[in-house]
């Protein structure tokens, strides 16, 4: 399948921000919660991610990044009553509660699979590509991205002739939506017309729920959000997720499956119904292939434990195809030995270990890190020029975060007044290095 100059896949990278860390604040997310505590360190976190985007990029693939979000979010904060200088209400919130605290600090929206839902231009009923900002409501250090993340899309994809930006849905309970970390696109060809598989983990109108986690994507999301996306009806497919896998720690169905072109890859236990599933894509795309991985190869837990299906599945420019996947998973034999095969039986062309273990360490894989967003090069160029990756970007990128980042933060660093001072200062001048324009950033506009 060699890509057409058209419409390609650009992946949209999530750059971390200075005050990455270790909170514990995702029940259900086993990495998140095993490193609660933990040191982090943020320079090599940020560094890890500007190391796989410069590769893909030298692959040949357009590349784009997503400025972090302003943390502290002290309007969120200033919103709980917490009042006076900007040092003042983080120390009033962290005497008030640590945890709290974190929640408006996490880097989380590094992980920019979780930012929007997208869909192209080739398949929406105007003819524009929309992308509809995920509500994230399941966490509430996650929720707080939504608005900051309207924000910052609109800005980027400003052309209303080309793009829709939506805002994210209500925030209700009843309509829990986690962005493209729970979408698949499969299509022929990535500029022909493709089909759009919805993963959801709760239904309020039935089917199984998991027991020991709850599930963060209900089916009213994904249906609100094929809609508001303007999907046309019918390239839209909805599967609800095993809740065994939620139950295991699969908390997004990116963890336990991927997608690209033809071909679906994940695990057995991923849906409720996989016949249903395949039955589904293969009526709609010709040729799809179905890769499944038994659960006597690969249990669960390995699958969980080394992210094998968080790996980014590319079609490179030569028609070739490449899993990009964690260095966790060629450390685990199972999963080693099943990638092989898949070489060995020309599935892929090419398997590529790379080192995140920073991110890894909070549940974020490289498919977590990056929205996949297929785009036109009439679209590409009506885009904020400041998202786009270059060479010269990513050497500039990597002194900022040279100069900014921390080496290391433990949880009580979080109060520091210093750290808001350096994290401001480096967004600051984040947006000088990207061209982002003034007013940006919350605190830039005063
Ligand atoms: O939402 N971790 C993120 C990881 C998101 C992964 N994204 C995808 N699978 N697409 C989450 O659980 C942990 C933060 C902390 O514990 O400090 C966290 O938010």
Excluded at 134 to 153: M, S, W, Y
Excluded at 248 to 261: E, Q
């Amino acid at each position: 399948m060699v890509q057409t100059d058209a419409a390609r896949e650009a992946n949209l990278d999530g750059l971390v921000g200075p005050t990455h860390n270790y909170a514990g604040l995702s029940e259900g997310n086993l990495a998140s919660e095993r490193h609660a505590r933990g040191i982090s360190r943020p320079r090599a976190a940020a560094l890890q991610g500007l190391r796989k985007a410069r590769l893909l990029m030298e692959l040949g693939l357009p590349q784009g990044l997503l400025p972090p979000l302003q943390r502290p979010d002290l309007a969120g904060l200033r919103a709980l009553g917490f009042s006076g200088s900007d040092s003042a209400v983080v120390e009033a919130a962290w005497r008030s509660s640590p945890a709290l605290l974190a929640r408006y600090m996490s880097a989380s929206s590094m992980w920019t699979a979780n930012a929007a839902t997208v869909v192209p231009s080739s398949e929406s009923l105007d003819g524009r590509l929309h992308l509809v900002v995920a509500n994230l409501v399941a966490k509430p250090h996650r929720a707080i991205e939504a608005d900051q993340t309207f924000e910052a899309l609109s800005r980027l994809f400003a052309d209303p002739n080309h793009f829709a930006v939506h805002r994210a849905l209500p925030h209700h309970a009843t309509l829990g939506d986690e962005g493209a970390a729970n979408h698949t696109r499969l299509a022929g060809e990535h500029g022909a017309p493709g089909l759009h598989l919805f993963v959801y983990g709760t239904d309020e109108h039935g089917g199984p729920t998991p027991r020991r986690f709850a599930a963060r994507q209900t089916r009213l999301a994904s249906e609100s959000v094929a809609r508001l996306g303007a999907l046309e009806p019918a390239r839209a497919l909805f599967a609800q997720q095993h809740p065994a896998a939620i139950d295991a720690g699969v908390f997004h169905n990116d963890v336990i499956c991927v997608g690209n072109g033809r071909l679906l890859f994940h695990h057995e236990q991923a849906f409720v119904d996989t016949a249903a599933v395949h039955r589904a894509v293969a009526a709609q795309l010709p040729g799809a292939q179905f890769e499944v991985v038994p659960a006597g190869e690969v249990s669960l837990a390995a699958a969980v434990q080394s992210y094998l299906f968080n790996a980014q599945l590319l079609t490179l420019p030569t028609g070739a195809t490449m899993l990009l996947a964690p260095e966790e998973c060629r450390e685990e034999p199972a999963v080693r030995r099943y990638l092989e095969g898949m070489v060995a039986r020309g599935l892929l062309d090419e398997v590529r270990y790379l080192d995140l273990r920073e991110s890894m360490r909070n549940g974020g894989g490289p498919a977590c890190l990056r929205l996949r967003v297929v785009m036109t090069a009439a679209e590409r160029a009506a885009t904020a020029p400041g998202l786009w990756l270059t060479p010269e970007r990513c050497d500039a990128l990597e002194g900022w975060v040279s100069r900014h980042h921390r080496e290391a933060l433990s949880p009580e660093d979080l109060r520091d007044p210093l750290l808001l001072q350096e994290s401001f200062a480096a967004l600051d001048a984040l947006t000088v290095l990207l061209g982002l324009g003034g007013g940006f950033y919350p605190f830039q506009r005063g």
